[in-house]
């Protein structure tokens, strides 16, 4: 069973920053790429962010330069740094990954956490 948690939200004033966290845990062989996404009221699910499991990151146009990802690998962690915020950056994140759970596993699994919650306030 493999759970992932995200961690880190609140409520932020416009300017300020936040520390997401996504902990992988259980049975889990090897994680590929981990990728936090978030959904504001009324809208769809858009891409925030991703790392390769060799650290290649990507980002949505709307946050690169303010936001950063990396891996813990030790800790079967990635965390979203957020700086800068913006009222527009309120939504659910929510992280996924994509992992083996076991040596024989021939493709990747994809889990999902079940968000934190970002409010940004002007």
């Known amino acids: 069973q493999v759970q992932l948690v995200e961690s880190g939200g609140g409520l932020v004033q416009a300017g300020g920053s936040l520390r997401l966290s996504c902990a992988a845990s259980?049975?889990?062989?090897?994680?590929?790429?981990v990728g936090w996404y978030r959904q504001a009221p009324g809208k769809p699910r858009e891409l925030v962010a991703t790392i390769s499991s060799d650290s290649n990151t990507h980002y949505a146009y709307s946050v690169k330069g303010r936001f950063t990802i990396a891996r813990d690998t030790a800790n079967n962690t990635v965390h979203l740094q957020m700086n800068s915020l913006k009222v527009e950056d309120t939504a659910a994140y929510y992280c996924?990954?994509?992992?083996?759970?076991?040596?024989?596993?021939?493709?990747?699994?994809?889990?999902w956490g079940k968000g934190t919650l970002v409010t940004v306030s002007s």
């Open positions: 996924n990954a994509r992992l083996k759970t076991s040596v024989s596993d021939y493709i990747d699994t994809l889990y």
């Open positions: 259980g049975t889990i062989f090897s994680i590929n790429t």
